[in-house]
T-cell receptor, first 113, second 113 residues
Framework: DARVTQTPRHKVTEMGQEVTMRCQPI?????VFWYRQTMMQGLELLAY????????DSGMPKDRFSAEMPDATLATLKIQPSEPRDSAVYFC???????????FGSGTRLTVV | AQSVTQLGSHVSVSEGALVLLRCNYS??????LFWYVQYPNQGLQLLLK??????LVKGINGFEAEFKKSETSFHLTKPSAHMSDAAEYFC???????????FGKGTRLSVIA
């Protein structure tokens, strides 16, 4: 089965450090989403791309978060500097435009201490 | 803006009993509706989707959902619960096939032997 690959699976870092999470979408999928999951807020959309172009990043704290797609096989989400409130599971999902329903990766569990 | 409300953050059923997980949506246009399942430490997996075709949608693992426009509902059912159905279930809505999904808060299903 085709799958979305996220790395790392787990990350523990100290407050103030830079964190980079990576996502390899399914080959041929042209839309990539970043979601954050917490107990309090549930699943929140952070940003999404279509054909590598950012379409919406209004869900991200702009001062510390950035999302990019250097090429069609890689999406990155960076946090600099990280804060304890960023502790969450970050999911990447990919989809083919017009094909309803996403494929999610297994997530990156981030703990900022 | 679209939204979904999942009634009940936790549902507990006996093995072999009917599973009913409730979802109500709000959308200004005909919605696309989805149910996802999340097992511990995994990403979300698509169970089924409604995209304006048949109102009764069958999904994987014996689950089905019925779109009821008059009740703005899309409840998920399974006739007979199995221990392996224990997981978190998310309802989601989109106003088209091209806009990001908005997720509910999730319902945790427990199955008692």
């Amino acid at each position: 089965d085709a799958r979305v690959t996220q790395t790392p699976r787990h990350k523990v870092t100290e407050m103030g450090q830079e964190v980079t999470m990576r996502c390899q979408p399914i080959l041929g999928h042209n839309t990539v989403f970043w979601y954050r999951q917490t107990m309090m807020q549930g699943l929140e959309l952070l940003a999404y791309f279509r054909n590598r172009a950012p379409l919406d990043d209004s869900g991200m704290p702009k001062d510390r978060f950035s999302a990019e797609m250097p090429d069609a096989t890689l999406a990155t989400l960076k946090i600099q500097p990280s804060e304890p409130r960023d502790s969450a599971v970050y999911f990447c999902a990919s989809a083919l435009q017009g094909n309803y329903g996403y494929t999610f990766g297994s997530g990156t569990r981030l703990t900022v201490v | 803006a679209q939204s979904v409300t999942q009634l009940g953050s936790h549902v507990s059923v006996s093995e072999g009993a009917l599973v009913l997980l409730r979802c109500n949506y709000s959308s200004s246009v005909p919605p696309y509706l989805f149910w996802y399942v999340q097992y511990p430490n995994q990403g979300l997996q698509l169970l089924l989707k409604y995209t304006s075709a048949a109102t009764l949608v069958k999904g994987i693992n014996g689950f089905e959902a019925e779109f009821k426009k008059s009740e703005t509902s899309f409840h998920l059912t399974k006739p007979s619960a199995h221990m392996s159905d224990a997981a978190e279930y998310f309802c989601a809505v989109s106003d088209s096939g091209n806009t990001p999904l908005v997720f509910g808060k999730g319902t945790r299903l427990s199955v008692i032997a």
